[in-house]
């Protein structure tokens, strides 16, 4: 098996790509700044999925809502959209459940069939979801709608700089910011 010239991406999406404010009547979205430009850059070089621990409902609005925001068509491009269905009822470091994303179901033949696990990098807030696939990693700021925010305007090229590894959960990730 050869491999793919392009890596997958899987991005998290709440308090990674956006966040959900309660209004009256309901919910909102604020998408983080500089989301436009960062998938527009890394769509060059990474194909993208998403991996949330949200419901359906709430991932396929607000997809929707940054499709109209942004004019970037996530699902239509999206090798995966994956929803909590996808992720695992676990017990956690302080006693209770949660929902984690085990890196193990990237070893799926159909996935490994166009990526192997080496290929593969996920964004997300949350290290705690990749507990068993920190190689996998790219941990964020968790972002709860400041506007000042710059992290995906910084973690842009600094995914661009190693999409060409050959390994990408070799690499040392944590200090991304420096590097980026």
Request: contains cysteine.
């Amino acid at each position: 098996m050869s491999l793919p010239t392009r890596p997958l991406l899987v991005l998290d999406l709440d308090e990674t790509l956006w966040h959900g404010v309660q209004v009256p009547g309901g919910l909102t979205l604020l998408l983080r700044p500089h989301l436009a430009e960062f998938l527009t850059a890394v769509s060059t070089a990474y194909d993208l999925a998403i991996w949330t621990a949200a419901t359906e409902d709430w991932m396929l609005e607000g997809l929707a809502e940054l499709r109209t925001a942004t004019g970037f068509d996530l699902p239509a491009s999206a090798f995966f959209l994956w929803h909590r269905e996808r992720c695992t009822f676990r017990r956690n470091a302080e006693g209770g459940y949660s929902f984690c994303k085990p890196a193990r179901k990237f070893k799926a033949r159909w996935i490994r069939e166009c990526y192997p696990p080496e290929r593969i990098l996920v964004v997300d807030d949350w290290a705690e979801n990749y507990a068993c696939g920190y190689g996998h990693l790219v941990r964020v700021s968790e972002w709860r709608g400041e506007e000042g925010d710059d992290e995906l305007r910084r973690l842009a090229p600094y995914l661009l700089s190693i999409a060409g590894e050959p390994d990408l959960r070799r690499l040392e990730k944590r200090g991304w910011r420096s590097k980026g």
